[in-house]
């Protein structure tokens, strides 16, 4: 009765076709149709969707994570980008405030400048009549000049400020012994004697100092 079903494959010895049994213990093979068939599509199907979502997950998050990424690298450039144009403008305000330092500066120079001009000018000017006047005015030697100068006219203030001078003189020798005397450079009879001298001689200066001054006297009041 099977072969009859079949169309004879079985009388003919031919192989019936394969509807998915498993005859005997011989390997199961796919269905190509039928209930069985759909479900086994059908659940191919959900597998494929399954796949499709987790790879559309997958694609998400790897889609935030870049835009992530980008947004902290973008974060990250815009507050390198503002600190390093604060910098610049600091820097900016801080050579402005230099070129104003800098030209104030270079105009005190030039004023400066000038009054040295003027200065110089002004020292030519009295070099030149410093020369000339020289020029006019050559004559002795400047000691001459001073003795010229300090020089008495009479004979009797001449003789006066010779006695001074000489008093002086006499002072000083005095002065000067009595140092030696204490530096251990002279014996003290020495310096007695010296001293001696000097002043005997220093007695007689003042008297004629003293006999000049009167006749001084007597000659302003006449």
Same mark, same amino acid.
């Given at each position: &009765?099977?072969?009859?079903?079949?169309?004879?494959?079985?009388?003919?010895?031919?192989? @019936? @076709?394969?509807?998915?049994?498993?005859?005997?213990?011989?390997?199961?093979? @796919?269905?190509?149709?039928?209930?069985?068939?759909?479900?086994? *599509?059908?659940?191919?199907?959900? &597998?494929?969707?399954?796949? +499709?979502?987790?790879? +559309?997950?997958?694609?998400?998050?790897?889609?935030?994570?870049?835009?992530?990424?980008?947004?902290?690298?973008? *974060?990250?450039?815009?507050?390198?980008?503002?600190?390093?144009?604060?910098?610049?403008?600091?820097?900016?305000?801080?050579?402005?405030?230099?070129?104003?330092?800098?030209?104030?500066?270079?105009?005190?120079?030039?004023?400066?400048?000038?009054?040295?001009?003027?200065?110089?000018?002004?020292?030519?000017?009295?070099?030149?009549?410093?020369? +000339?006047?020289?020029? *006019?005015?050559?004559?002795?030697? +400047?000691?001459?000049?001073?003795?010229?100068?300090?020089? @008495?006219?009479?004979?009797?203030?001449?003789?006066?400020?010779?006695?001074?001078?000489?008093?002086?003189?006499?002072?000083? &020798?005095?002065?000067?012994?009595?140092?030696?005397?204490?530096?251990?450079?002279?014996?003290?009879?020495?310096?007695?004697?010296?001293?001696?001298?000097?002043?005997?001689?220093?007695?007689?200066?003042?008297?004629?100092?003293?006999?000049?001054?009167?006749?001084i006297n007597k000659c302003e009041v006449k």
């Amino acid at each position: &009765g099977i072969n009859a079903e079949y169309g004879g494959y079985g009388a003919a010895g031919g192989t @019936p @076709p394969n509807i998915g049994w498993n005859l005997g213990g011989t390997q199961q093979q @796919p269905q190509t149709s039928g209930a069985g068939y759909a479900n086994q *599509q059908q659940q191919q199907g959900g &597998g494929t969707l399954q796949r +499709e979502d987790t790879q +559309e997950v997958i694609k998400s998050s790897m889609v935030s994570k870049i835009e992530h990424d980008l947004k902290q690298r973008y *974060q990250m450039f815009i507050s390198r980008y503002e600190a390093e144009m604060t910098a610049v403008r600091q820097q900016e305000q801080e050579l402005l405030a230099g070129k104003e330092q800098i030209s104030e500066i270079l105009a005190n120079i030039e004023t400066e400048k000038m009054k040295i001009r003027d200065t110089i000018e002004l020292f030519k000017s009295k070099d030149g009549e410093l020369r +000339e006047f020289l020029s *006019q005015h050559e004559r002795a030697s +400047e000691e001459d000049q001073v003795d010229q100068q300090i020089e @008495p006219k009479t004979t009797l203030f001449k003789q006066y400020l010779n006695l001074c001078a000489e008093e002086s003189a006499l002072d000083d &020798g005095i002065y000067y012994l009595a140092e030696a005397l204490r530096n251990g450079v002279i014996e003290i009879q020495v310096f007695l004697k010296h001293v001696r001298s000097l002043a005997r001689k220093k007695f007689m200066v003042r008297a004629l100092i003293n006999k000049v001054k009167e006749t001084i006297n007597k000659c302003e009041v006449k």
